[in-house]
Every structure is written in structure tokens, then in C-alpha cells.
């Protein structure tokens, strides 16, 4: 058994904690939205006994764990093609608590072994029966070295860029990964042209200048409404950030708040108070996109150095049309991200 969890008994009361991961659980696509990172690799097929397990999995390695978020990130090889890298991550799922789960795990089914028993408290390692609860498991394969950088455990920096450094530094360093290849978001452009993922969509308005669509992020499993992610994609192209958007842009945003509330309301009966609509600076991605979380779903990207909420975004653009040109960002970047050095070299102050 690969996991262990830990339960604890109070009285007559049990709570558990668990993972263990089946073939079934692990299954894994070769591209879920927001895996790309928005990178050129070459798409390679895995063996069927590879998309059913992770069989003849090598020189695995650690690239980091995040114990608050139950997940640990891994690199590896597989047989097929030794020259190429992989990303592996896997987390721990939501607890099902529907009334039939509930009864699985609290069954005989659920091994128990004590780690700790005092007076009226005791804790145990937990392994319920195959199949009721698992990881999630992505796969970035091939994994460009920008994706696995990604992953790596390294420092963090908090940087600020002005208005200028965007113009003289930040803008031009973009400009220069798109022409090289190294930013590609083809694959964004293949949603919404319905050439991929067309079968992931929740809702889409088509109109070309304030239309957009709809579907769940790569960490949303689409059923539990509490851990809701969805991702706004606007039709519009040439926006790449937050940093760009002037009053020009504010029917799109308008229409992005106004319909992707409706549709979400209508689907997953979730009302605005239950929800935060965000944009990322800087974004994983330089296509604008809009990032729609439950409100009790507590993941990384939701901090005042990255996140900015739509309804923050559309009344500042209100108030000054180039407010965001304008405006400094503070944000963080990792150690061995190019933007920090070329930040660090090239401004003036």
C-alpha cells in the first residue's frame, strides 16, 4: 500500500482521513485544460497499460510536496521514449460524503491500525476498500524543462513592476518567448475553436468581441459545487493580461461577469456571494482568462499577489480608462524565472 492516512476516533466518533490510489483512479489524459502552461511539446501516446497505471514509471524523483495541499510533485521517465520527461502530480481528492460513501468508509471494509489510543481519543492509520476514495493524478508528458522548473521547489520573490517596466521590460521579454516559440497557446485557440475539449464546455457566448466560454479547470473534478474552478476564456484575442485591459474592454468584462454568473447559477445553483471571479498577474498563460472559484475552496493563486477580482478590475477601468497601464503590480516570481532576472537587470531602479 502505497498511503497511509490518519483517523481519529472520539467516542463513538470516527473521522478519516485516506488515501489509496487504484488503476482506475489514476487514469490520466494526455492534455487537461490549464496542463500546458502555454509551451510547444510534441505529443507523445503512452502505452495502454500506461493510461491504465503508471507502469515502468523510472528515475522518479521528488520536484516538491505541498502537505497543506496534500500533493506531491513528481519527475520521471517512461519506457517508450527515454529522451523525454515527465510531470506526475498527484493529490488527494475531495472526501465523497454522500450517504452511500459514508457507509463504505465506516464499514468493516476500512482497515484500521492504532497509532495512538488515550482515555477517550484515538488515531489510526486508515485504508478504506479499493475504490472509495483516491488521487487525482495529472500528466504533463512530454514536460518541457519550463514545466518542470514549475514544479521544482525554489525560492519565491516578490517583485513590483511599474507601468514602465511592463513597457520597456516585461512586454518586450513576452514578445520575444512568443516569436521563439517557448509561449505557445495554440492550445487555447484549439478550445475555442472547438478543435479540442469542445465536450468540457459549460456555457459559451460566440460573438468575437464580448464572447466567451466556459469549462472547468484541471483541478475541478466537475461534480462537487464547494471546490467549483471554471475558467472564462474570452473569444477576443491579442489581450494577454490584465496589464492590457482599458475601457475599450469593459463590455467584454461586463458580459464575462453578467452571463458566466448566469450560467454558473443555473448549473450548479451557486450564487455570487458563493464565488470569486479573479484574474492572475502574472498569469500562467498570456491569453486573458478569468478564473471563477467557490468561496470556501482554499488553493494557491488567490493571494493579493496575484489575484485581482473582476469587479475590482471593471470599476478601476471605470474610474481611469488606463488605469491598469498605469498602475504598479506586485507579484511573485520563483528563482530561475527569466522575467526576474530580466526585471533585476534591466530597471532602473
Known sequence: MLCFSKAVVI????????????????GVT?????????????RLKLSENARASFEGAYDVSVLNEKRTQKAVFLQGKFPENPEADAVIILEQKPFDVSPKALS?????????????????????????????????????????????????????????????????????????????????????????????????????????????????????DGKDAKSLYVIAIPHKRGIKSVRE??????PLLENIELKALGAIKQKFGLDRESLRLYFHYQPSYYHLHVHITHIELDIPGTS??????????????????????????????????????????????
Not at 245 to 250: E, N, R, V
Request: proline share 3%; glycine share 4%.
Open 30 to 42: 494526455k492534455k487537461s485544460f490549464g496542463d500546458n502552461n502555454g509551451h510547444s511539446t510534441k
Open 11 to 26: 467516542v463513538h466518533y470516527m473521522s478519516v482521513l485516506i488515501s489509496n490510489m487504484s488503476e482506475e483512479q489514476t
Open 245 to 250: 485591459l482599458t475601457g475599450k474592454h469593459l
Open 104 to 220: 463504505g468508509l465506516l464499514s468493516v471494509e476500512t482497515e484500521l491500525s492504532v497509532d495512538m489510543n488515550n482515555d477517550i481519543y484515538s488515531t489510526y492509520n486508515a485504508i478504506p476498500a479499493r475504490g472509495i476514495c483516491g488521487l487525482k493524478a495529472t500528466l504533463i508528458y512530454p514536460a518541457s524543462k519550463k514545466h518542470i522548473n514549475k514544479y521544482r521547489k525554489q525560492d519565491i520573490f516578490a517583485i513590483t513592476e511599474t507601468g514602465e517596466d511592463y513597457q520597456k521590460i516585461t512586454l518586450p521579454y513576452l514578445e520575444k518567448q512568443f516569436s521563439n516559440n517557448v509561449f505557445n497557446i495554440q492550445w487555447v485557440y484549439n478550445i475555442l475553436d472547438h478543435k479540442q475539449e469542445s465536450e468540457r464546455i459549460i456555457f459559451e457566448d460566440s460573438d468575437p468581441e464580448v464572447g466567451f466560454v466556459l469549462l472547468p479547470d484541471m483541478k475541478w
Open 304 to 349: 493579493v499577489l496575484r489575484a485581482h477580482l473582476l469587479y475590482d478590475v471593471i470599476e478601476n477601468i471605470k474610474l481611469k480608462s488606463d488605469y491598469y497601464q498605469q498602475k504598479s503590480f506586485s507579484f511573485t516570481l520563483v528563482q530561475n524565472d527569466p522575467l526576474l532576472e530580466e526585471l533585476r537587470t534591466n530597471r532602473s531602479t
